[in-house]
């Protein structure tokens, strides 16, 4: 195995660290197998943290074994076997889902701090560096890489906060004054009830409801009516500051500060193509808005967990949205009957999502209501990119003439079922499965 020394501008970075140890621990040689993961992950969360030079037999066999505090490592070698078991799939791993990765994580023989190190692309072996454990952190760095582990767990919450700072009732597009490009027929037809001069489009987002961490600057009021979870119940948050620091897990649900990452991004869509248009739309969360305000105009919905998608969705043609899936009454040919969201057999991660695209009348049939509804947010974000893309929007169009009664104009109404490929949470480039018109 080939060896140097690492220059200072090539070590292996805090990202590049939990990254691959993400990918390890997503493998076929781990995902099974909870005390290896355990394991493997509260010896890489100590080594981030400067404190690999500390990692021994006993504090492994009372943290990840639970053995208690009499634990005997020569009486007991749960350990050293387990560490044998964890150097073993790696290997294996990197033999086989890990052969192309640019990084190697080693345990070394008597020692139990993971080292990570780079692949030689020349001679395609790992890259060793000479020094296999962190240095120990001093006072200042260890409480800045506490931070930086606990700023990485808060990103979630960061980007439901992101999300709260568009759903306060405001005006969008106030872009800088540039001429208005007028939209191409494939978008027009779609667009244009939307675009009239008197419209100013209402967009409602989802406050769907979303438990937190409660913590000491919530009300008494607020912990009494959360949910606790013992701590050793969560051991995926057992490396992180929250374990530290929080006497307890009390999560506590809050219908103010979330709005889907999907619906969100969706927004951002929604308000470039008005704003190119020189329009400015108006954007309320759905629990401050009423039945009226929804019919009175030009109304765009976004979002399954919308409380108002589900009360002004009806039955369109044969689509139903039910218990978090499509129900397809009446399929034509090639069109199956239930459609449900698909997820990794072995991570569990969604795969694929499914989102409904409705233009319906108002109630008073001058304005337009679109729904655009994914099962999952990330249905929801797809299904926006799909219908401010002019492109798509012109196979959208191509299908409705095929169906429609004069082969010549698009129907005003209409319901389109989109499905959506996921990977890594992020959503892929939707694809038309089906159309139908509603009539008048």
């Given at each position: ?125 790992p890259v060793t560096p ?43 597009s106030r872009h800088p ?248 949470y992020v959503p892929g ?12």
């Amino acid at each position: 195995m080939g060896t140097r020394t690492f220059p200072e501008s090539d070590p292996v970075t805090p990202y590049e660290k939990h990254a691959e140890l993400k990918r390890i621990l997503e493998s076929k040689y781990f995902v099974k197998a909870p005390k290896r993961r355990r394991f493997l992950e509260f010896i890489s969360g100590q080594a981030f943290l400067g404190e690999g030079d500390k990692l021994n037999e006993y504090l492994i066999g009372v943290e990840v074994y639970e053995r208690g505090t009499d634990f005997d490592p020569q009486q007991d070698p749960i350990v050293r076997v387990q560490a044998h078991e964890i150097r073993r799939a790696l290997k294996n791993y990197y033999q086989d889902e890990g052969n192309s990765s640019l990084l190697r994580v080693e345990v070394p023989p008597g020692h139990y701090a993971p080292v990570y190190s780079r692949v030689n692309l020349d001679s395609g072996t790992p890259v060793t560096p000479t020094i296999q454990q962190e240095p120990p952190a001093t006072g200042a760095k260890r409480r800045t890489l506490r931070w930086q582990q606990a700023l990485i767990l808060c990103l979630g919450m960061v980007c439901a906060s992101l999300g709260f700072l568009f759903v306060r009732e405001r005006s969008f597009s106030r872009h800088p004054q540039v001429p208005a490009t007028a939209l191409p027929e494939d978008g027009e037809w779609f667009w244009k009830p939307f675009l009239a001069p008197e419209s100013k489009p209402l967009v409602i987002v989802p406050t769907s409801p979303l438990l937190r961490l409660g913590t000491d600057g919530d009300s008494e009021q607020t912990l009494r009516g959360g949910y606790k979870i013992p701590k050793n119940k969560m051991p995926e948050f057992h490396d992180t500051i929250h374990f530290r620091e929080l006497k307890n897990f009390t999560f506590v649900p809050t219908t103010t500060d979330y709005t889907g990452i999907g619906e969100a991004l969706g927004l951002l869509n929604l308000d470039r193509l008005f704003g190119s248009q020189g329009k400015t739309i108006r954007v309320k969360p759905g629990r401050l808005t009423d039945y009226t305000e929804i019919q009175a105009g030009n109304t765009i919905l976004l979002g399954g967990g919308n409380q108002w998608t589900n009360r002004v969705f009806f039955n369109p043609q044969g689509f139903s949205v039910s218990e978090g899936v499509i129900k397809n009454d009446n399929p034509g040919p090639g069109e199956l009957s239930l459609y449900l969201p698909k997820f990794d057999p072995v991570t569990n991660n969604l795969i694929r999502d499914y989102a409904l695209v409705l233009m319906a009348p108002n109630q008073n049939k001058q304005g337009r209501l679109l729904f655009l509804y994914g099962l999952y947010t990330q249905g929801t974000e797809a299904a926006t990119a799909y219908v401010t893309n002019v492109e798509r929007l012109g196979e959208l169009r191509k299908a409705l003439l095929a169906i429609s009664p004069d082969k010549e104009s698009a129907p005003p109404f209409f319901v389109a079922l989109l499905s959506v490929p996921v990977e890594n949470y992020v959503p892929g480039e939707a694809s038309l499965v089906a159309v139908r018109i509603i009539p008048d």
